[in-house]
């Protein structure tokens, strides 16, 4: 029995482009602002996961503080 190479067709051989894609302004003009409103929702995370972090972590310092039997564990406010 003999073998026969045969090439697989590719992405190229057919036609289409392939790896990057080039945004023409006729394609879909909601599509960029698609890409902003995902941009602004993914800083807003981020942002609001950095404030929930450092809440916590204050929180967590208090608590270390209360359980090592300390009494002024109090956060000190603004002075006057």
Known sequence: MARTSR???TCSDAGVPFGRQVLDEGD????IRQL???VVVLAALVAAGLW?????R????IQDCVAAGRTNCAPISGTR
């Open 28 to 31: 879909d003009p909601g599509r």
């Open 52 to 56: 929930l972090t450092g809440a916590l």
């Open 7 to 9: 090439a697989m067709s």
């Open 58 to 61: 204050g929180a967590a310092n």
């Open 36 to 38: 902003i409103a995902a």
